[in-house]
């Protein structure tokens, strides 16, 4: 078990929840990370945890918290600060729950700190899965998978040899609008995008579980995680989250991993691994439930989940600009500038004007990443200064 971590994106659904399990296992918060945008509960979470490190994206909330807490606690803001709080000396585990491309220099900080991360942020490894994966086994670090599809996976495939693995099967909810008509989703705002049925999970990563965008970026981490070919990675819509996904394997049997959809059972077992201690969660009672339900996907309702497809297929710098342009898309869409229907236009049209490159150095990756997010800006008439 991890005796010391360092949590990103604290005041998070992800941060939150590895706080609330740090303190059922007694493990010690050595670095806290977040926006900045609700400093009273970080505030909150320093007093309790007492790290020796804070880092705030917004130097003002930097300076307030540092005023209400000891001077042997640092305070540091901006990418300097959530890097050095990523990389902090006394926690072995970095758990990176920053979400979007904003997490990736936190994450490359940790590796090349020699830290286990365990990683939530799932964009990290869309917009340069392969570096990422490659810097892992040059520093002799590990990746453990928050996210609990990944999670599921990595369990399915302990103790298992590589080359029996036929295919993965990511389960996905379905969203709010599995049941709504796709001719029904033009005018959806987003507080009803939001609202998912079943994981309590923040606004952005609850509108992509809406539009599958969500699904499709996993599909692309899992990818890369497992060194599985996309052809070889299928989606299942199961409405319940219990089987939060499976492994098929050569001979055609199959391993589920399942539990009541609570994020805090994948937290735990990355803060734990290869150990198992008691939980936090309720157990699973398969004759409440009584049944399970599967379909496939509707690839025309939800076109977000084929361009990740799409995007995955390219290759190269495409998956980055996939990543970036959903996430210009959907804050447009938070921020009621653009349609929901909007969403999936706006990316297959980034993705079509760009030209990849297939060096996935980071010069490349963030020029990308830049191109995409203005190329929407653009689209949408949003006048980039002002958006």
């Not at 050595?30 to 007093?47: D, F, I, S, T, Y």
């Not at 365990?118 to 392969?130: P, Q, Y």
């Not at 970036?324 to 929901?340: D, I, Q």
Request: aromatic content about 4%; glycine content about 10%; hydrophobic content about 45%.
């Amino acid at each position: 078990m991890a005796d010391g971590i360092a949590v990103l994106g604290s005041t998070g659904s992800i941060g939150r929840q590895t706080l609330e399990v740090a303190g059922h296992l007694g493990v010690r918060v050595r670095a806290l990370a977040a926006a900045g945008n609700n400093p009273g509960l970080l505030l909150e979470q320093a007093k309790r945890f007492n790290p020796d490190i804070i880092a705030v994206t917004d130097s003002g909330a930097a300076r307030v918290i540092a005023g209400a807490l000891p001077r042997k606690t640092e305070v540091l803001h901006g990418l300097e600060g959530l890097c050095a709080a990523a990389s902090q000396s006394g926690a072995p585990v970095t758990v990176a729950g920053v979400s979007g491309a904003a997490g990736l220099p936190a994450v490359i900080s940790a590796i090349k700190a020699g830290k286990t991360v365990a990683l939530a942020n799932k964009e990290a490894l869309v917009m340069a899965g392969r570096m990422i994966m490659g810097m892992s086994r040059e520093y002799k670090t590990s990746i453990l998978p928050v996210d609990g599809e990944h999670s599921a996976i990595f369990q399915c495939l302990q103790g298992q040899d590589g080359k029996a693995v036929k295919r993965l099967i990511l389960t996905a909810s379905g969203g709010p609008f599995l049941e709504i008509p796709a001719a029904e989703l033009e005018d959806i705002t987003p507080e009803q995008a939001s609202a998912h049925p079943v994981w309590n999970m923040g606004a952005k990563i609850s509108i992509d579980s809406s539009t599958m965008m969500n699904k499709g970026l996993e599909v692309i981490e899992a990818s890369m995680l497992f060194g599985v070919g996309t052809d070889r990675i299928d989606v299942l819509i199961h409405p319940q989250s219990i089987i939060h996904s499976m492994v098929e394997f050569t001979d055609n049997s199959t391993l589920a991993q399942m539990g009541v959809p609570d994020m805090r059972i994948p937290i735990q077992y990355a803060l734990t691994y290869p150990d198992r201690l008691k939980g936090l969660s309720n157990a699973l009672d398969l004759a409440e439930l009584g049944s399970l339900t599967f379909a496939k996907p509707d690839l025309h309702k939800f076109p977000c989940l084929s361009l990740a497809y799409d995007a995955a297929r390219t290759g190269g710098t495409m998956t980055a600009v996939c990543n970036a342009a959903n996430e210009a898309a959907v804050s447009l869409f938070s921020e009621k500038k653009v349609r929901y229907a909007e969403i999936p236009v706006l990316i297959e049209r980034a993705m079509g004007a760009h030209v990849k490159a297939d060096d996935m150095n980071l010069d490349n990756i963030y020029a990308a990443d830049r191109e995409a997010r203005e190329f929407v800006l653009n689209a949408a008439g949003c006048d980039i200064r002002a958006c």
